[in-house]
């Protein structure tokens, strides 16, 4: 029998992929205000470009690698069968007139194929955006455009389909929890927990940023001078809208409006409270001052903690969770002054480092399985193997995709470009007019009609921002 379709559901997964694609912008603004002024178009362009490459990417074989059946042992699904949507529409209506859902992979929820495609479009896109804030300041928007569509096909997609779409890292009899723990009824006995995106999206971008941190190497100054963020208020906005969208993006992966959504929305909330009250703890005791960086960055380390386990935890252990995720990644923003590497954005510190904690903290905190429920330790072992199969599939895929670009077109910008700030040099915008360029002769802050600067205004204006944001 052909599934109906059920409006209230689709309704409700329409909504969530419009709320996690507002997250995309979120993270522009997030990003945005943490950087220098001199960059702060390029970095908001660096999120709103993924938008539009992977938007077309994953319609044309983003979505069939990502959930059509296994090839390569289960490393990614077959890009040919659902290329362009092919076979995935129309649904159809049956002798009764009842609209129906048809090879849809949420359709016994009555949500149909479009409507899940459309959910896991913005999932895609945000990975990518969030990549952005380990290489600020510094590559090459060009390169950054290739790299988005190379990098979400060789990663993103594999990943997606290795999770979620029946793959290697999934409860498939073929997978690996299977061969840790047996199978009970053709599938994996002790089964991976992934609700929304721990190993997927977060684990693989943070990976990715340190990845290409590493390639293209510091920031002209790093460790020598401040790199203050520029605009405060921007980064709260960023995180404030996150925040929003990431409702859709854990409660819509309950995949229909049902009790789970409503416990993961409500995990999400308590996890996220709980991870700002954390890091707002550290910044007082170690440094004397609670931030509004500090508040903002303390949310999305519970955000990026929660996801994974929105669905397996009870808001108490989702308090919890919030907690430990707030106070270790205070602590892990850090490790790139003392480890030398330069994550701008604190990519890593936050994003692979609060997504290892929730996809851990599972098999130490589900409320089926985990180890504090007496459920024993295989889950957690299994959480254990998946994180580290996540980190060095996109450790390993990344550098190679990373190597070949800095070889053929290069990753960095030019010496003179970055020392003048991307905006100007790149786009040929600034983002704050200081020349009251704006309503005489339309040039509305671009190079139009004025004088590029040299690096040594470039430097005074930065100069100029940083005593701005220290009154």
Same mark, same amino acid.
């Given at each position: ?291 509004? %960086?500090? $508040? *903002?960055?303390?949310? +999305?380390?519970?955000? =990026?903690?929660? /996801?994974?386990?929105?669905? &397996? @935890? ?70 254990? %193997?998946? $994180? *580290?199969?996540?980190? +060095?599939?996109?450790? =390993?895929?990344? /550098?190679?995709?990373?190597? &070949? @670009? ?66």
């Amino acid at each position: 029998m052909v599934p109906t379709l059920d409006t209230g559901n689709n309704a409700w997964l329409l909504a969530s992929a419009a709320l996690v694609l507002l997250m995309t912008p979120g993270v522009a603004f997030f990003y945005g205000g943490m950087v220098r002024r001199k960059s702060v178009l390029n970095m908001m362009m660096m999120s709103f470009s993924a938008m539009g490459v992977v938007g077309i990417v994953y319609v044309l074989w983003g979505y069939s690698m990502s959930f059509s059946p296994n090839v390569a042992g289960g490393l990614f699904g077959d890009p040919a069968t659902a290329f362009g949507m092919k076979g995935l529409f129309p649904e159809g209506v049956n002798a009764d007139g009842i609209e129906t859902v048809a090879n849809s992979v949420l359709s016994g929820s009555g949500v149909s194929s479009m409507a899940f495609v459309a959910f896991q479009l913005t999932f895609a896109i945000i990975t990518v955006a969030l990549i952005s804030g380990s290489v600020a300041d510094r590559m090459k928007f060009s390169t950054w455009l290739v790299f988005s569509g190379v990098w979400v096909t060789l990663v993103y997609f594999p990943m997606a389909h290795m999770v979620w779409g029946g793959g290697l890292l999934s409860g498939w009899e073929n997978g690996i929890a299977a061969k840790l723990f047996g199978t009970t009824d053709g599938v994996a006995s002790v089964a991976p927990i992934d609700f929304a995106g721990g190993t997927v999206v977060h684990i693989n971008a943070g990976v990715a940023g340190l990845m290409l941190a590493l390639l293209l190497g510091k920031r002209r100054g790093f460790g020598k001078e401040p790199m203050r963020p520029h605009n405060v208020p921007y980064t709260m906005l960023g995180a404030a809208l996150l925040w929003f969208g990431w409702f859709g993006f854990n409660a819509g992966s309950a995949g229909a409006a049902n009790g789970l959504a409503g416990l993961a929305w409500l995990n999400t909330s308590t996890a996220t409270s709980a991870a700002m009250l954390g890091w707002l703890a550290v910044e007082m005791i170690r440094d004397k001052h609670a931030t509004g %960086v500090g $508040a *903002a960055s303390g949310v +999305v380390a519970g955000l =990026v903690a929660i /996801t994974p386990a929105a669905g &397996a @935890l009870s808001p108490v252990g989702a308090i919890a969770l919030g907690l430990v995720a707030g106070v270790i990644c205070a602590l892990a923003v850090g490790l790139k002054y003392r480890l030398g590497y330069d994550d701008s954005l604190d990519v890593v510190g936050v994003h692979l480092v609060g997504g290892i904690i929730g996809t851990v903290g599972i098999g130490f905190l589900g409320t089926d399985t985990g180890l504090f429920y007496g459920g024993g330790g295989k889950q957690l072992v299994v959480q254990i %193997v998946i $994180a *580290a199969c996540a980190i +060095v599939f996109s450790a =390993v895929l990344t /550098t190679v995709i990373g190597l &070949a @670009l800095k070889y053929t077109m290069g990753l960095r910008a030019d010496e003179e470009n970055e020392a003048d700030g991307l905006d100007i040099t790149v786009h040929g915008e600034s983002a704050y007019d200081t020349e009251g360029s704006v309503g005489s002769g339309g040039s509305g802050g671009t190079l139009a009609g004025r004088p590029k600067p040299t690096s040594s205004s470039a430097r005074d204006g930065e100069e100029s921002s940083k005593e701005e944001v220290n009154a």
